[in-house]
Antibody
Framework: EVQLVQSGAEVKKPGESLKISCKGS????????IGWVRQMPGKGLEWMGI????????RYSPSFQGQVTISADKSISTAYLQWSSLKASDTAMYYC????????????WGQGTMVTVSS | DIQMTQSPSSLSASVGDRVTITCQAS??????LNWYQQKPGKAPKLLIY???NLETGVPSRFSGSGSGTDFTFTISSLQPEDIATYYC?????????FGQGTKVEIK
């Protein structure tokens, strides 16, 4: 079964760092892009960026460039989203999703990781 | 960024009704338009890609049409399990952008 399994919910304080993960299984991890999507509480979907684990080619939305870092470790089929200094406004659900080459869409989604930033 | 405007923001319909959602792009996006369904507390699910192509396993009561700037998503016969928020997404230009969503409820 093709699936993306994300790490669990996090509660952090402003200024702290965080790295959340997304592990792919059931397919060739290095042959598909992996993207990250933010959903703030009660709001819509925002495309953050995307990485190709095969060569670590990464693209960011201008809205998120410099605010987060997307990376991947192909040896363990895992993509990451990290913050160096969290803000309260980073409180949101974060989804990873698979993007096949040749299909301009996210066809498989992780279950989401809720990040809460509060003092 | 390309702006995607969905309408309506919410709708209430009866089981068996035909439901239509529209999505307008701020510029020509050809057919680079996807539709996703998000049920409460769940991750989004791809339903339609490239404006009109049904994703594998998606019921045929869902359909999409359009090109350029104007797109339509239709549920031909609303079912109770279709209660969800539906999002369009353009993939013509980076960054890909989503519409604000349309919440579908049962009357």
């Amino acid at each position: 079964e093709v699936q993306l399994v994300q790490s669990g919910a996090e509660v952090k304080k402003p200024g702290e760092s965080l790295k959340i993960s997304c592990k792919g299984s059931g397919y060739s991890f290095t042959s598909y892009w992996i993207g990250w999507v933010r959903q703030m509480p009660g709001k819509g979907l925002e495309w953050m960026g995307i990485i190709y684990p095969g060569d670590s080619d990464t693209r960011y939305s201008p809205s998120f460039q410099g605010q987060v870092t997307i990376s991947a470790d192909k040896s363990i089929s895992t993509a990451y989203l990290q913050w160096s200094s969290l803000k309260a406004s980073d409180t949101a659900m974060y989804y990873c999703a698979r993007h096949p080459i040749g299909l301009d869409a996210f066809d498989i989604w992780g279950q989401g990781t809720m990040v809460t930033v509060s003092s | 960024d390309i702006q995607m405007t969905q309408s309506p923001s919410s709708l209430s319909a009866s089981v068996g009704d035909r439901v239509t959602i529209t999505c307008q792009a701020s510029q020509d996006i050809s057919n680079y338009l996807n539709w996703y369904q998000q049920k409460p507390g769940k991750a989004p699910k791809l339903l339609i890609y490239d404006a009109s192509n049904l994703e594998t396993g998606v019921p045929s009561r869902f359909s999409g049409s359009g090109s350029g700037t104007d797109f339509t998503f239709t549920i031909s016969s609303l079912q109770p399990e279709d209660i969800a928020t539906y999002y369009c997404q353009q993939y013509d230009n980076l960054p890909p952008t989503f519409g604000q969503g349309t919440k579908v409820e049962i009357k």
